[in-house]
């Protein structure tokens, strides 16, 4: 079954670890992480962006292929399949298809607009038992061809957000998404330490999860952080091992050139990769 992200977020929130968004492309990302997390007994969240839904044919069917995908597998550990960056339409239109679990992003909005947004998105899923994530602060980097500069959220607005009853809270500080430019400042800790005093206890999101320094990443799961979103550094794993099987000559050997083969050597790199992750962020386990 698939389940709300809110009680995977709090434990983690009370134990201090992170549980990990994974953002999916297709059925090979799906059935790679899903036995990632299976293998390493992790609870985990999946990651589907508006761009990503309409490649996979629409939100309906990204919710069928997860379910039975999950089901095939035999999968027990916590599941919950989330909208990432939605818009207001998007998000209501995720609930209906069956997300267990959407995101809101009014980042973009002014803050006035965003509260009532978000507090229409919030009530909607809630009287549905489903989880919802808001933004403060845009993300920087770039994203569905979307580009903005990073941002650092104002506490006080968090805690406007915070006040609708949001489950889990995204908040820019600093963070960017794709790969991290080499003069990259590092994560801002003084303004998430005031963002999660000012919202109680309330699970932070990490957006940009890729690339960022094991010891920052640890460092903001300690101050608040219960929730890592990756996208990128998946993506990056399977197009290296991809490049390496056919630089190896392995697609115009025999059969290599059958999409199961051809597709293997990237698929099993994410897997790898995820498990990898879970270790780091601390949610290895925990699902036992
Ligand atoms: P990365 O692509 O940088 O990992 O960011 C993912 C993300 O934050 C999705 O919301």
Redesign the pocket.
Known sequence: MLVSAKEMLEKAHAGQYGVA?F?INNLEWIKAILKACEEAKSPVIL?V?EGAAKYMCGFKNVVDMVRNVHDQLKITVPVAIHL??GSFEGAKACIEAGFTSV?FDGSHFSIEENIAKSKEIIEFAHSRGISVECEVGG?G?E?DGVTSLGEVANPDECKQIADLGVDFLAAGIG?????YPENWAGLNFDVLAEIQRKVGNKPLVL?????IPKEQVLKAISLGVSKI?????L?LVFQDATRQYILADKDITGKGYDPRKLLAAGTDAITKKCIEMVKDFGSYGKAE
Do not use: A, C, F
């Open positions: 968004q953002n990651g962006s990432d960056h995101m993300i980097g994203e963070n960017i998404h794709g790969k957006h940009g999860g890729s690339g979103n990756v996208n990128t550094e993506q």
